[in-house]
């Protein structure tokens, strides 16, 4: 034990009344106890590249990049929430190991790396914990974050700590791989070298699919069986607003244009009775029942880009009230006219990039239902602004393949 285990105990037995009210699984593999996820499919003539995906979307912006690294390496994709654990057993099964990443414990680090003993590890974004880092470089294991984000608030905090942070965290890292220039002079000032950093895009541009006929194929077929099962019907208009956040599914349900349908799909699971609650009678896509209607509630985990498939304009939530937006990337791929609001920080340079090429329609609170109304009313429109946006998309992809070529260097 060293004193950064004693920390972690004190502060997980002060915030155990918040944590506890979760109920969460793998307590044991949290621990280090990977053991038993593993399918013996690991080799021993190939290097092994760990790559660390917190949740559901940064699992699943390694779509691409995790069979590229497949032809050449044996793959382990590590999660920490549930959520993520399942999206990623669901598409990666046959392709990389699926573990749950440890507790930052250096006792649960050591089994766990024991174990998985990768050659090179990926972390997705950020996430950088002191005893992982601490414990890689002791063991010679390189560490680099690819598609690298580190938000101006997130920033500041590290800003405060520059000395003990670079010490710990961005000092360790072998490379970083990061989104846009805007990242990297962050990244830099947190205590990476300059030469250690890159920019090389967003790997969440090639996660989607942009080919034409959003409803074609099993992907479509199971689009319709969606719509089916919870009553909505594809011969009428429908909205779909993705990863809502608190306030949202009220305010949207306001705006939505009269006769026009609308499926709501909450960011957080623990948002569902909430966002419920806020369109009284809808549909929950989690009771099995299947009726006509106006509202419904896509109260799921791993659907909602099946919803965005029979859209006819997406609302991408968490970017109209106190938050800091979603990810338009999926739905803007599909070639769906997109609405988001003006909190969109944590996204920023997509954003920009889908405005810079008027493939995106911002608005506030207070103009959501115009925008809305008259983009239903404008096929025409809508269809050009999802053209231009899977353009757009197409245009940016190739972060994957990049990403790719810096883990194998590392390996040797």
Request: aromatic fraction near 6%.
């Amino acid at each position: 034990m060293n004193g950064l285990d004693l920390l972690y105990a004190i502060a997980g037995v002060v915030t155990a009344p918040v944590w506890s009210r979760k109920q969460r699984g793998g307590w044991s593999e949290r621990f280090g106890h990977v053991e038993a996820m593993l399918n013996g499919t690991l080799t021993g003539d190939r290097p092994r590249v760990l790559v660390h995906a917190v949740s559901v979307g940064e699992v699943a912006a390694l779509r691409t990049l995790v069979p590229v690294l497949a032809e050449s390496a044996d793959v382990i994709v590590s999660t920490t929430t549930d959520t993520g654990l399942a999206r990623a057993r669901e598409l990666y099964a046959g392709v990389a190991e699926v573990v749950r990443y440890p507790l930052d414990f250096s006792g649960s680090v050591r089994r766990f790396l024991d174990v998985v003993r990768p050659d090179a590890v990926g972390l997705v974004e950020l996430e950088l914990w002191p005893n992982f880092l601490g414990v890689c470089a002791h063991r010679g294991i390189p560490v680099a974050v690819i598609n690298g984000r580190l938000s101006e608030r997130s920033h500041r905090r590290y800003a405060r700590f520059r000395r003990v942070v670079g010490a710990m965290l961005f000092g360790r890292l072998e490379a970083a791989a990061v989104q846009d220039e805007a990242y990297a002079d962050r990244f830099v000032d947190a205590g990476v070298p300059r030469e250690r950093v890159r920019v090389t895009g967003t790997m969440k541009w090639d996660s989607v699919d942009t080919s034409a006929g959003a409803m074609e194929g099993e992907a479509g077929e199971r689009a319709r069986d969606l719509a089916r099962a919870m009553g909505v019907d594809l011969g009428r208009p429908v909205i779909v607003a993705g990863s809502t956040g608190p306030g949202e599914e009220a305010l949207v349900h306001a705006a939505c244009p009269a006769g026009v349908q609308l499926v709501c799909a909450p960011r957080k699971p623990e948002r569902f009775d909430e966002a419920a609650a806020a369109m009284a009678g809808c549909v929950r896509r989690s009771s099995g029942e299947t009726r006509a209607g106006d509202r419904f509630l896509l109260d799921t985990i791993g659907e909602l880009g099946l919803a965005y498939r029979f859209a006819d304009l997406v609302v991408i939530g968490r970017s109209f009230g106190d938050l800091y937006g979603s990810d338009p990337i999926e739905a803007a791929a599909m070639g769906k006219a997109v609405v988001i609001g003006r909190r969109t920080s944590d996204f920023a340079a997509v954003v920009a990039a889908l405005r810079a090429d008027g493939a995106i329609v911002e608005t506030d609170r207070g103009g959501l239902g115009g925008v809305l109304a008259g983009l239903m009313a404008d096929g025409g429109e809508r269809s050009a602004i999802g053209e231009r946006a899977r353009a757009c998309v197409r245009a940016r992809q190739g972060a994957s393949a990049r990403h790719a070529e810096l883990l194998m260097g590392l390996v040797g």
